[in-house]
Nanobody, 122 residues
């Protein structure tokens, strides 16, 4: 059974940092695009970042502040978040895609974690 399990969320003050982790089990995702999405209360889920073999790409709202990375030996993907803002408050989801390309829409991802809450206070 494939599972993605996020961790590392929490409460942080504006300007602070957090590192989210997403541990995969049940199969290896070393060749898959891995992504992070987020959903704030009352809003649609939105793309944050993704990592493919050729590099990473980010939503404009997080570019320069967030960094996505992976450790294939641990089958884990990370999201380092710095200079956090109150508008970054959301549930953050890890996802894996079977698409070969640049998936940025949630329907392009096949596997999802349960989410981890990030709250940034002002």
């Amino acid at each position: 059974q494939v599972q993605l399990v996020e961790s590392g969320g929490g409460l942080v003050q504006a300007g602070g940092s957090l590192r989210l982790s997403c541990a995969a089990s049940g199969r290896t995702f070393s060749r898959n695009v891995m992504g992070w999405f987020r959903q704030a209360p009352g809003k649609d889920r939105e793309f944050v970042a993704a990592l493919r073999w050729s590099g990473a790409y980010y939503a404009d709202s997080v570019k320069g502040r967030f960094t996505i990375s992976r450790d294939n030996a641990k089958n884990t993907v990370y999201l380092q978040m710095s200079s956090l803002k109150p508008e970054d408050t959301a549930v953050y989801y890890c996802a894996a895609s079977e698409i070969v390309g640049l998936p940025q829409r949630d329907y392009e991802y096949n596997y999802w974690g349960q989410g981890t809450q990030v709250t940034v206070s002002s």
